[in-house]
């Protein structure tokens, strides 16, 4: 299928029943590997680019609701049948209601938001028909700011009791960390207590109140982005920030937490490079599930609410925020969330500017609603602007239940060509390719591992300069050579050798696993039995667009040894059938390993201030061993390129790109056996994304307890 639009009320297909537990078969490191598989149509490649697909590398399941999209209130053309056949055939699934920050003014009885305008035909009832038209599900934000836990309720009743509408994701509030707490004040808050606790203790209220009308609501807690204001900062009077006091309280009540991404990075290629700085910022907020949720962070989604490429000005309707869309929300999906939401449908006209040749209207709307900045008017109501085309793009890569894996490229062009993929519940591969060049061509060799292509020439919808949104380009590539255009996407679908693949075993995708323990060089994991007859199942580790096996088992747990102590995984369980086929990969699992709690050598590594971009941090070293220690170097790693050290003071530091060497001061270099005393030191850094805590520390070369 070429574009594959959104047939209306689709569901992602129950997953089979697992299995009773077997007992492991444990086996030590492996360097075993998936096959490499040139494409079946040209062997010999002669791009600038090459792009491997891991078919074995798992990323996660497309969700009904992958592909949102905001609505509000004020937009008199949200409800257009229009509307809802663009949403259709772009693939997407969930629509946010009632508008951003409108939502913690809005009520929804009488359709109104006091000191605020609602268009005509924007109440709850109406945005359900273009809900339905759609075939997609809303998310609906229940009032924080000025309505109480007794209106959601109501809300929720309405809804899923009266009017059997079946509501599943409800948050709770919009943007409340900017109701003033940190200083900067835009949502609405009548709650005297603006503090992070009041919200935790809300969101538990509204929590209860909704689920005890119907419980099969799921409920969502706003969040900040990790490493985006204000995320670190810690208000007078909290005994927190943000993320923390709001998860330490509530991790057990919420179905999901929300996050809004707006990089503001200047737009263009800037906008482009920063989608790097997204895997880790997910990475870190499911550590925060992780700490806080333990056993329940599992079943906790994350939802990107809103994204877009700035948050109110620049460049937002021209190509590069095309482009931008649909790498944004393909890396976002491949990090574990489960629904992202563009800002917005309609929004309105802002700067104008003119972007290689195009005239950018300054829109954060992925449809024009026609309106004008001075002389200069946009098109006519809902013609799509670029970013409504790069969502389009990812739509067509594949259906709710099909699996996406790993992809990327290599080679001298290979920074200007990202790649996305998708393996399809009928075996065939459904390929992104991103030419992020504004001015050169490139041609991409493309290689499968785990996956072998049919030599006939794949189905293409391309997006380049000069096409009206994305058209039918088949004849263009084959299964194992595109040439990209510049500033342009394109989808291959790409089908197997009949008789090859995932589609062709006998076996379904085994359950996902989980640790069932984690210490500092061996790992335990669980998984519920795949369907079928299993010959065997195979732990495999992604190392990028290749995969290692880690070990085997002709039951459904496993135990993974010789792992460095501290270090992160991701793996993919696949079970082999009796003719030894591969099924799909399970959904993928991250962990990290534990440090030694035989070590003679202990660090805490604590963060004491944070202000979104920078932080303050204090160490604490200690020698946990029956001898003097006296002089000292700590090393140890950032686990994100853009972390670093700017000032210190009780020990000597120096950085070697991600490696961080910390030497004794000159009043600190005795550590007395048996913990007898601590030597510590601080430091003031600098993150541009993420700022995870460090893993491993090593002492004179021994790798440390890690504490507190």
């Known amino acids: ?100 920050s409108y939502a913690d003014t809005y009520h929804w009885v009488d359709n109104s938001a006091p000191g605020g305008y609602v268009a005509p035909g924007t109440g709850f009832d109406a945005f359900m028909g273009t809900v339905r038209a759609t075939g997609a599900q809303p998310i609906l934000i229940a009032n924080y700011g000025s309505g109480t836990a007794q209106e959601a309720a109501d809300w929720v009743r309405y809804a899923n009791v009266t009017k059997g509408y079946g509501a599943k994701y409800w948050e709770i509030g919009n943007e409340i960390y900017g109701n003033g707490v940190y200083g900067s004040g835009w949502e609405h808050d009548t709650h005297t207590d603006k503090s992070p606790d009041q919200y935790a203790r809300e969101v538990k209220a509204y ?38 006091t709001v998860l330490a309280a509530v991790a057990h009540d919420v179905d999901f937490v929300s996050v809004h991404w707006y990089p503001n990075a200047g737009g263009g290629d800037r906008s482009l490079d920063a989608v790097r700085q997204l895997p880790g910022e997910l990475r870190e907020v499911r550590d925060l599930l992780d700490r806080y949720a333990g056993a329940d962070s599992a079943r906790i989604g994350i939802a990107m609410t809103e994204v877009n490429s700035d948050s109110g000005n620049g460049a937002l309707t021209s190509r590069p925020n095309g482009l931008f869309a649909a790498e944004a929300v393909s890396t976002a999906l491949e990090n574990g969330v489960f629904t992202v939401d563009w800002w917005d449908t309609h929004n309105g006209a802002g700067p104008i500017s003119t972007v290689n040749g195009e005239t950018d209207y300054g829109d954060m709307g992925m449809l024009s609603n026609g309106s004008c900045t001075g002389a200069v008017c946009e098109p006519a109501v809902h013609t799509p602007f670029a970013p409504y085309y790069g969502i389009k793009a990812v739509g067509a890569l594949g259906d709710p239940g099909d699996t996406m894996v790993a992809a990327a490229p290599a080679g001298p062009a290979g920074a200007e060509v990202s790649a996305h993929a998708v ?86 995708a085994p359950g996902t696993p989980r640790t069932a323990s984690v210490g500092a060089s061996t790992v335990a994991l669980e998984w519920p039995a795949a369907t ?97 220690v006296d002089g000292w170097t700590l090393d140890f790693d950032w686990p994100s390129a853009g972390q670093s050290v700017g000032s210190w003071w009780n020990a000597n530091v120096t950085a070697a790109g991600q490696h961080v060497r910390v030497t004794n001061g000159s009043g600190n270099a005795r550590l007395a056996p048996d913990g007898g005393t601590a030597a510590s030191f601080g430091f003031v850094g600098a993150n541009n994304g993420a700022n995870p805590s460090p893993t491993v520390f090593r002492l004179n070369g021994t790798v440390c307890r890690t504490v507190g």
């Open 1 to 100: 299928m070429l574009f594959r639009s959104r047939p209306a009320g689709r569901r992602r297909p129950l997953a089979g029943a697992a299995a009773a537990l077997a007992v492991a078969a444990a086996l030590p490191l492996s360097v075993a590997a998936l096959p490499l598989s040139p494409a079946a149509a040209d062997p010999v490649g002669g791009g600038d680019v090459t792009v491997t697909v891991d078919a074995g590398a798992g990323l996660g399941t497309l969700d009904p609701a992958a592909l949102g999209a905001n609505t509000a209130i004020w937009d008199s053309a949200m409800n257009d049948p229009a509307v809802a056949a663009l949403y259709r055939a772009a693939g997407i699934g969930a629509l946010r209601y009632p508008g951003g």
């Open 207 to 244: 929590a209860a109140a909704m689920k005890a009308v119907d419980p099969s609501v799921k409920i969502g807690a706003v969040l900040t982005m990790p490493g985006n204001w204000p995320d670190g900062i810690v208000a007078a009077g909290d005994s927190g920030d943000w993320n923390h």
């Open 423 to 508: 393996l399809r519940a009928d075996g065939s591969l459904g390929v992104l390719l991103l030419n992020r060049s504004a001015t050169a061509q490139h041609v991409v060799d493309l290689r499968y591992t785990g996956f072998t292509a049919d030599a006939a020439a794949p189905a293409v919808l391309r997006w380049a300069p000069g096409d009206t949104g994305p058209v039918d380009a088949t004849g263009t590539a084959t299964a194992a050579s595109a040439t990209l255009a510049p500033y342009s996407l394109t989808v291959l679908t790409v089908r197997p050798q009949a008789g090859t693949g995932s589609s062709a075993s006998a076996v379904g």
């Open 532 to 628: 079928g007859a299993v010959d065997r199942y195979e732990v495999y580790e992604q190392l990028g667009t290749h995969t290692q096996l880690l070990g085997s088992s002709t039951g459904t747990s496993a135990t993974l040894y010789n792992l460095p102590p501290g270090s992160r995984h991701t793996v993919n369980v696949l079970a082999r059938d009796r003719a030894g086929r591969l099924s799909r990969p399970s959904v993928p699992l991250a962990f990290t390993t534990g440090t030694p709690a035989d070590s003679t050598c202990a660090v805490s590594y604590r963060l004491t201030a944070g202000w979104g971009n920078g932080f303050v941090a204090d160490v604490a070293v200690s020698n946990l061993g029956p001898a003097d």
